[in-house]
């Protein structure tokens, strides 16, 4: 598969996961099953896709792909926390929002 399907695909996951983690933390605990099915699998397809991506590009393990490792472990763990801890949603979304925007910032600068 191209490196193109790799990039899309990842960047899907990771927008479905990121939104549903955000809905975890305002939705009623009713849905929590449901969320964290599609937490878990947006997760393990923008892990899969981002190792494809990073075997067609052959970038081997640069230290900004750790700091994107550890971003993508934050933001999968978030969506549980966010139910199991509603009074810190807001400390949570301010979390998700400096995880994502720190792999975010990996990918553009690439510091080392």
């Known amino acids: ?3 193109t399907f790799y990039h899309i695909l990842h ?11 955000f809905y975890a ?3 009623p605990p009713e849905t929590r099953k449901g969320v964290m099915i ?3 699998i947006a997760s393990l397809v923008a892990l899969v ?3 494809g991506l990073q075997a067609k590009l052959a970038v ?3 230290g900004w792909l750790i700091v994107k490792i550890v971003c993508w472990l ?3 763990a978030l969506a549980g926390i966010g139910y199991r801890r509603r009074g810190a949603a807001g400390t949570l979304a301010l979390v998700a929002i400096a995880l994502a925007f720190v792999a975010v910032v990996m ?5 080392f």
């Open 11 to 21: 960047l899907v996951s990771v927008l479905v996961l990121t939104g549903y983690t």
């Open 107 to 111: 990918v553009y600068v690439r510091p």
């Open 38 to 40: 599609i937490t878990g």
């Open 49 to 51: 896709a981002g190792f």
């Open 74 to 76: 934050g933001l999968s």
């Open 60 to 62: 081997g393990w640069p």
């Open 25 to 27: 933390f305002a939705a």
């Open 1 to 3: 598969m191209s490196p």
